[in-house]
């Protein structure tokens, strides 16, 4: 079992930045490819990023690409995503996810673990 737990979730303007972390315990971290989704009110969990095991590849969705980026550090057992840019459209409450394996864009349903969430609010 792996569990994961988010932290850097907020309240933030229109242009401005958040850090994301996610901390795994259990099981070895860098066997891992890590992910992060997000879910708005009333729409589909969504595919964000994704990191390889190593932390040598990374996949982002278009809507945040050049904006986002994600990072790893295995020594700590931890997942990052560093958020500039920020736009309302952001507002979501936003999950780690892990897989043993590579990294499977989009398909959530792939990922076996999953932390509770922290919120994202973008006010405009």
């Known amino acids: 079992q792996v569990q994961l737990v988010e932290s850097g979730g907020g309240l933030v303007q229109a242009g401005g930045s958040l850090r994301l972390s996610c901390a795994a315990s259990g099981r070895t971290f860098s066997n891992y490819a890590m992910t992060w989704f997000r879910q708005a009110p009333g729409k589909e969990r969504e595919f964000v990023s994704g990191i390889s095991r190593t932390g040598s590849n990374t996949y982002y969705a278009d809507s945040v690409k050049g904006r986002f980026t994600m990072s790893r550090d295995n020594a700590k057992n931890t997942v990052y995503l560093q958020m500039n840019s920020l736009k309302p459209e952001d507002t979501a409450v936003y999950y780690c996810?892990?897989?043993?394996?590579?990294?499977?864009?989009?398909?959530?349903?792939?990922?076996?673990?999953w932390g509770q969430g922290t919120q994202v609010t973008v006010s405009s």
């Open positions: 996810a892990a897989r043993d394996g590579m990294v499977i864009v989009g398909m959530k349903n792939l990922y076996n673990y």
